[in-house]
């Protein structure tokens, strides 16, 4: 298996699923969701380059920067990663 990516997550009843970690900054109280193949991330994970049981380190706030300790709470959710990532939001603005 290739080192650079995460082995996909099937349940008991063989469905797909992954975590979303949901995260407040505790500097400027910004909210954000990090989806991982992972439940303990940034503990543990993957990024390219990195083995699969690596410690990550630290979540940076992609608002503010700050390393600051942050609220964490996991969600399982079913599902790959990209059938979650614009969902069915409708699109207001395409970037060129």
Sequence with gaps: MDKDFAAIN????????????????????????????????????TTRGQNLDEPLGVVFCPECGSTEPKLHAVEKVEGYIFQHVFGTATLLHRMT
Excluded: Y
């Excluded at 009843?13 to 940034?42: R, T, Y």
């Design 10 to 45: 099937k349940d008991s009843e063989d469905k797909v699923f992954h975590w979303q970690h949901k995260i407040k900054c505790g500097n400027c109280g910004l909210h954000f969701i990090a989806l991982s193949d992972f439940e303990h991330w940034p503990q543990r994970g």
